[in-house]
């Protein structure tokens, strides 16, 4: 089959690549237990009453939550309940489940021996929080009766609290000269000196992010009655700041927020509490939430001028000239440029990796085609494996091309074929559907019958299977295979979900090579939307698919980033925190700062043929982009001779 017949196919079958649908994700798979009671007040109950239960949940922790709550109440005023045993308080408790419920008159005894409590957090009233000697006489003595009723090895912390609005009208503002500032100062000093005092050595910074959090376009707008927080970016600050400060795990990224916060919010409450842990004691500035994200621009004239990486220059300068230099030293660059600062480095293909034909029916489509179905183990002991369906044409001659691509739903939805296997109870948890996808409901945009007439076999794998298109703290697809001990989710430059599915394809084509009705020499791949990232990745990878074909792949795919024309780095961050690794998140409104372009991802599958396709209409996915990727490097490349690549 020549170059010319293999790239006319692909146009036809571009019409049966646009699948938008997903099935939405349930919470993610509880896997680690933390139990955290909280001593405090209101502003305890704004730190941990909403989001840190749902917060955990999402990255697959189950954090079973105490608030032991009095309206204002002091340390002086804990430890005289404390020596009386006066049952005093509220009893706030948000169970495993996530189900809360409040009791009357509980004492602190009661509340330390409910659960065996792993942290326990005690504050000062806030009028009182950023003066020093309000701890000494009082601290000292809750944190003995504390730690003589919980668990060896339990943690006792204190809580940072904030400083009022400056706006605030609460008449403890005057201990401060009415001054956010001085009061912030003041809780930031106080608090360090008390817990040196009495040698706790954990601090949650809430006032921290909070002051963080000011400094963004949110500006003093983080309460809701000048010294409380909002019920929405201010109670998630906090949250994320208690979460990261137990965990230890980065929330920039987190896949939880309250129902109905923005991208931009979110962004600035994870930005600030990140930097809390990071920094406690100093507000960080966030320059670049100066202002909420930009909106899509759509107008030519509004493209910011830029200047294009030259593909054929190395990072010492040097100019390649010839296609040995690019094999040898120029491709090698971009790759681990791309792999290190966008998709995230992939682990190599395990060992353990083997293949099992589940079925094999010579009978399918009416006789058209041989449908096989194929385990892709990635384990020895087999618990992690993904399935390839394919269809094979029955008139052949010997070995034949192959198109491979992801789909949207399942293997199951391509076609109304009943043979095609529904993945197993165990899958279907796996990949959090609430409900099964009907069988064959996406088979109008997979005209399989038409492709096997042509001589063409087809092969698809659902990403899910891989790694759910949705960030559950990449717990549930192959990410964790790569782990090392006490790992949970990938370091900055490690891959995201689309390098996952791209190496899980590099993985299937280790299979193609032992299939004997597959020439493995002339395997196309191919994708749509995201599906058209992760094709164009896994042919920058892998040298042995014998042609890409993407379709509007848009940001992170063919269109070039420093246009900034619809889809943006920021916008699919933002969105889609799982795709990319996180180093990307550099580069959000700061394309300019690139060290590569998409025109060097498309200059990565030369020789071989590359079919970019774009919807005219899909603005988001800027086609002029697009089409310009796909033009710069083919005038590089002709630079270097044809007869080189041979």
């Not at 500032?181 to 921290?208: D, E």
């Not at 963080?212 to 003093?220: E, F, L, P, Q, V």
């Not at 069988?439 to 087809?458: D, F, N, S, T």
């Amino acid at each position: 089959m020549n170059r010319t017949k293999l790239q006319r196919l692909a146009v036809v079958c571009l019409a049966w690549l646009i699948n938008f649908s997903v099935v939405l994700p349930m919470a993610a798979t509880e896997k680690d237990t933390l139990r955290v009671l909280a001593i405090g007040n209101s502003f305890s109950q704004d730190a941990v009453e909403q989001n840190l239960h749902e917060l955990g949940k999402s990255v697959g922790y189950t954090i079973i939550i105490g608030n032991m709550y009095i309206g204002g109440c002091s340390l002086e005023r804990h430890v005289r309940n404390a020596r009386n045993d006066a049952p005093a308080y509220v009893y706030c408790k948000i169970n495993a489940e996530g189900e809360k419920t409040k009791t009357d008159s509980v004492s602190l005894a009661r509340a330390l021996v409910d659960e065996p409590w792993d942290y326990v957090s005690m504050q000062q009233a806030s009028p009182l929080s950023g003066i020093y000697e309000s701890y000494t006489a009082f601290l000292p003595e809750l944190k003995d009766y504390v730690a003589q009723r919980t668990p060896e090895g339990a943690v006792l912390m204190l809580h940072q609290t904030w400083a009022y609005a400056a706006h605030s009208t609460h008449s403890g503002f005057k201990n401060y000269d009415s001054d956010q500032q001085q009061m912030y100062s003041s809780i930031v000093s106080a608090v360090k000196r008390a817990a040196q005092l009495v040698g706790i050595s954990k601090i949650i910074p809430t006032g921290t992010a909070i002051q963080n959090a000011r400094t963004s376009y949110i500006g003093d707008h983080m309460d809701r009655d000048g010294y409380h927080l909002d019920l929405q970016i201010g109670r998630y600050t906090a949250a994320c700041t208690w979460l990261e400060a137990l965990t230890g795990q980065n929330v920039i990224g987190m896949p939880y927020a309250p129902k109905g916060m923005n991208y931009d919010d979110r962004e600035v409450a994870q930005t600030a509490a990140h930097a809390a842990i990071l920094c406690s004691d100093d507000v960080t500035d966030l320059a670049d939430l100066k202002q909420p994200a930009r909106r899509a621009n759509y107008d030519e004239t509004l493209v910011p001028v830029y200047t294009l990486p030259d593909v054929l220059k190395l990072k010492n300068g040097e100019k390649v000239t010839t296609a040995r230099q690019w094999m040898q030293k120029r491709r090698p660059e971009l790759l681990e440029l791309f792999a290190q600062e966008m998709f995230g480095k992939a682990p190599a293909h395990p060992r353990d990796m083997h293949f099992r034909l589940l079925s094999e029916d010579w009978s399918a489509l009416g006789g058209l085609a041989t449908r096989k179905e194929v385990n892709v183990y990635l384990t020895e002991d087999e618990k992690k494996y993904f399935t390839i369906l394919m269809y094979i044409p029955n008139r052949r001659k010997g070995r034949v091309p192959l198109f491979f691509g992801l789909n949207f739903k399942g293997n199951h939805t391509i076609n109304a074929d009943p043979g095609i296997s529904f993945p197993t109870p165990e899958k279907q948890a796996e990949f959090h559907w609430h409900q099964l996808p009907s069988r064959g409901v996406a088979a109008a945009r997979w005209p399989i019958e038409m492709l096997i007439k042509h001589g063409y076999a087809l092969a698809t794998i659902y990403r899910g299977d891989i790694d759910p298109d949705f960030d559950d703290g990449f717990r549930n697809g192959v990410h964790p295979l790569s782990y090392e001990k006490g790992q949970r989710r990938p370091a900055n430059d490690e891959w995201g979900t689309i390098a996952a599915w791209a190496w899980a394809m590099s993985c299937a084509m280790d299979y193609f090579q032992t299939d004997a009705d597959v020439d493995a020499s002339r395997v196309a791949v191919f994708g749509h939307s995201r599906h058209g990232k992760a094709a164009l990745w896994a042919g920058a990878i892998d040298t042995r698919f014998a042609m890409i074909i993407s379709n509007c792949s848009g940001c992170g795919g063919a269109a070039l980033s420093r246009r900034a024309f619809g889809e943006t780095v920021r916008a699919v961050n933002r969105q889609f925190t799982h795709w990319f690794c996180r180093n990307f998140w550099k580069y959000n409104d700061k394309e300019y700062l690139l060290p590569f372009d998409q025109h060097e991802l498309i200059a990565l599958l030369a020789p071989r043929p590359v079919y970019i396709a774009s919807a005219t209409e899909d603005h988001w996915a800027d086609p002029k982009g697009e089409f310009l990727s796909g033009y710069m490097p083919r005038q590089y490349i002709i630079c270097l001779g044809s007869r080189d690549w041979k």
